[in-house]
Structure formats: C-alpha cells, structure tokens
C-alpha cells in the first residue's frame, strides 16, 4: 500500500459521528497525505473507551461534530510527512492522546505526562497547523483526540506516536493506547502505591481493573473493589482484588464509613474509576486522615462538580488525578509492551468482545452492558 499511496489522498472506511446522540455511520471518507511533522497510520485495530461515548453523547464540552471518534488504536505506519523522524514507514504503533514533545513547559517539567504543544488544536479537532485532513461527501470531518482510530486511516502529530515491536500483536497492544495503561499508570506512576498498602477503586471496568493490576504490582497488602455490578467481584480477584463491595448493599452505612472500618481507618489510596462526582467524594472520604491519597480517573459530565467539606483536605488526605495514568506515551509506552510481551503485564484478560468496524455501534452496546470489559474492532473487516 505505502509505495502507491505516499503523498496521495486515501479513500477509506471510517464510522463518522455526524451528530451527537445518534449512532455513528460507516462511510467512505478521504484521508489526505500527512504534512510536515505528521504521520498517517493505518489502523488496524482500535478498543472503545467510555471516553468515546462520553464525546458521542454531547456532554463533553470539547466534543464538536461531524468528527472522527476513537483514541485506542494500533496499526502501521503508511507514510510519513517531512521532518518526521520518530517513526518510519512499516513501523508498528500506538497512536498517543497525551502527546509527547520533550520540549515544552510541561515535558520539560519532569512533573507531568501532559504536553502543552499541541493540546490547543488537538482540542479543537484539527491538526496542529489548524486544518483537517479528513473529508466526506464533501464536508470536512474533525479529528478527535489527536487520533481519531475509528478510521482505517488517520494522520496525527509525530509527537502523538510511538513505535512498537512489531513482534506484540496489535489487536492486544490497541488497548495499551488508554485503558490499560491509564489504570495501570495511575496506580504505580501517579500514586506509586506503596508495598504494603491498602487501597480502593471505586469501578471495576477495564481502568479500574488496571488499577488493581498496578496495585498488585507495587505490593498493595489489601485491595478492595467497590462496584455497583456483583458480577465484577470475579473480575476483581481475577486480577488480584482481595476485597470486594457493592455500595448498594450496606444497609444504609456510607461507603465512605465501611472501607474506613475494612481498613483500620482509612485506605492509604483510593482511585475513582466511574466518572460519577459523588462516587469521587466517597473515595476521598475513604482516605486515611494524614496521608490518604484519593486519585480521579473517570472522566465526568460537562457541568458537574466535584465536593466536600474542606476539613478533609485540612486534615491531610489528598486529593489529584491523572490523563493516561500519569504515563509519558513515547518514553514509557514501549516498555509496557515489552511487559506484557515478557507476562509482567496482563492485557489479553480485558478482551471479552469483539466486532468489526462495519459492526462498530455494536461495540459501543457491547460496552454498556455489565459483562463487557473491553470490546476490541478489527478496522480491517468492514
Ligand atoms: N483519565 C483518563 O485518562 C481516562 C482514561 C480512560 C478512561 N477514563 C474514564 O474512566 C472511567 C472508567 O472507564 P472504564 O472504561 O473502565 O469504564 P467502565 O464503564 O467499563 O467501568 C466503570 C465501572 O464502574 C462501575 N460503577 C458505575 N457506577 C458506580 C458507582 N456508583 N459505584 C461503584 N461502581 C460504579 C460500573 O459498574 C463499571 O463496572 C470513565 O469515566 C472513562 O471515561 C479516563
Ligand atoms: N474534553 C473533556 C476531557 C476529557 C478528558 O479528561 N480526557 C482525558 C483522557 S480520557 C481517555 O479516555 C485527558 O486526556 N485529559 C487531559 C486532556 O484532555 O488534556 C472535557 O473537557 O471534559
Ligand atoms: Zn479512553
Ligand atoms: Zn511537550
């Protein structure tokens, strides 16, 4: 494909949300050739994250439409545009939503994984120089997270890609794109769990169980699970979980109150993986005073606040969040696949469905219901 198609437009096969709220639609849509710093990808194969549908939705304040939606996607490199010099044709990758430049404020600062370079446009669905580099029926389409894997191809940042071993198979390591390692980051990059300690995550899905994969890895001593779905408690201990709790069923005692009592006092750290603000208030009040440290992962609603009584953060729990776990795609990615290469890491577990792209709003039913942990597409059957 490459040795015809370098510098050409591609027609191709993407599922395009045209509007929100409405199921996404299989078109034929043309992918420019990358410019100067950007790489066009094919994808291979992409996972759905509730971040898509959350975009999909219209409750993403950043989410503007006609777009190409999907962030969790591996595939080959087609063609490069010139300057690129990070990865080359042939090359396989993982498309980055949290871009890496080592060069700005944020990369420089050895204190975040977030870079400032292109956040502006990547925000507003255009490439850094402030175009598309999608079409359909003559509309111009946006990109969506600097990444857009719902289309066979796409074309992102060179900053927004790392290349892989192309020894991993792809319809795994698509999942190291955002679920996987956001959990698994958030628990030893961003908390850096301590060997001995206890710990809570609040919504066992493909994130949370991430967390409870990190927690293991780190030497947690007591790892309770706390999720609405009784069917998740397999899923915690199948990845390590000690504990489990559904809030529903405590008789009228407070989450909050009952993983205080499990663990002598609070848990030393808790992680929200739902994205609902009042389950991210009772993971910080399950916080040990002094040191308890509570970490928001799940992604919530345009207009809704998180609260509680500033005492708790007077009294020493701590309260912060992290975007793709804490984890610096371009320096940190490769390793992780050489973990799970290696069985340090484990990613096959999370595939329970898969679909392919012509059957792609399956995959989102697919993700809402309670025994889907991640459904992965094949791009390659449409
Ligand atoms: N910060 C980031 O970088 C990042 C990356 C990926 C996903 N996310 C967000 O993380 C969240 C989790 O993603 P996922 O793919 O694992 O989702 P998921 O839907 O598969 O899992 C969420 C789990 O939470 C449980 N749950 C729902 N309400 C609950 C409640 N009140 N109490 C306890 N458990 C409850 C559900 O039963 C489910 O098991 C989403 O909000 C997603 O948008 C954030
Ligand atoms: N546009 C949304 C923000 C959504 C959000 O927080 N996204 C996470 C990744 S979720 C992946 O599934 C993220 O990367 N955040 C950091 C950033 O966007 O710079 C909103 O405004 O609510
Ligand atoms: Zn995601
Ligand atoms: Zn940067």
Known sequence: MSANTAGKTITCKAAVAWEAGKDLSIEEIEVEAPKAHEVRIEIVYTGVCHTDAYTLSGKDPEGAFPIVLGHEGAGIVESVGEGVTNVKVGDNVVALYTPECGECKFCKSG????????????????????????????????????????????????????????????DRT????????????????????????????????????????????????????????????????????????????????SIQEHLVEMTDGGCDYTFDCTGNVGVMRAALEACHKGWGQSVVIGVAAAGQEISTRPFQLVTGRVWKGCAFGGIKGRSQLPGLVDDYMTNKLKVDEFITHRQPLNKINTAFQDMKAGDCIRCVVNMREA
């Open 111 to 170: 204190k975040t994984n977030l870079c400032g370079k292109i956040r502006a446009t990547q925000g507003k669905g255009v490439m850094p120089d402030s175009t598309s580099r999608f079409k359909c029926k003559g509309k111009e389409l946006l990109h969506f997270m600097g990444t857009s894997t719902f289309s066979q191809y796409t074309v992102v940042a060179d900053i927004s890609v790392v290349a892989i071993t192309d020894k991993a198979p792809m």
């Open 174 to 253: 698509c999942l190291l794109g955002c679920g996987i390692t956001t959990g698994y980051g958030a628990a030893v990059v961003t908390a850096n769990v301590e060997k001995g300690s206890n710990v809570a995550v609040f919504g066992a899905g493909c994130v949370g169980l991430s967390v409870v994969q990190g927690a293991v890895k780190n030497g947690a001593e007591k790892i309770i699970v706390v999720d609405v779905n009784d069917g998740k408690e397999a899923w915690g201990k199948k990845f390590g979980a000690t504990d489990f709790v559904n809030p529903t069923k405590l008789g009228g005692k």
